[in-house]
């Protein structure tokens, strides 16, 4: 079992930053594909980024390519996810995820855990 946790969502000005972390407890993080997903009121949830066990791979939604960036310190069992030049269209729960088998799609919401999510709102 693995437990996720998010963090560092919060109240931002449109065009200012946030760095979300997704911090695991219980088994090892670094064999773990990751993910992080957002839904906004009334939308259904969708893929914002993925990074593979070993962080050589990363994977966007085009939306936010250029303006969000995913890493990972499996020596901290945690996944970031830096967000810049934000919008208010970015309101929304942030999610971390993780699976044990890399997925055939990367932008696949079929994962094995979630963590509760994190809030972020930006306003205008």
């Known amino acids: 079992q693995v437990q996720l946790v998010e963090s560092g969502g919060g109240l931002v000005q449109a065009g200012g930053s946030l760095r979300l972390s997704c911090a695991a407890s219980?088994?090892?993080?670094?064999?773990?594909?990751t993910g992080w997903f957002r839904q906004a009121p009334g939308r259904e949830r969708e893929f914002v980024a993925a990074?593979?066990?070993?962080?050589?791979?990363?994977y966007y939604a085009d939306s936010k390519k250029g303006r969000f960036t995913i890493s990972r310190d499996n020596a901290k069992n945690t996944v970031y996810l830096q967000m810049n030049s934000l919008k208010p269209d970015d309101t929304a729960v942030y999610y971390c995820?993780?699976?044990?088998?890399?997925?055939?799609?990367?932008?696949?919401?079929?994962?094995?855990?979630w963590g509760q999510g994190t809030q972020v709102t930006v306003s205008s």
């Open positions: 995820a993780a699976r044990e088998v890399v997925p055939r799609t990367p932008m696949t919401d079929d994962y094995d855990y």
């Open positions: 219980g088994r090892t993080f670094r064999g773990y594909f």
């Open positions: 990074i593979s066990s070993t962080g050589i791979s990363t």
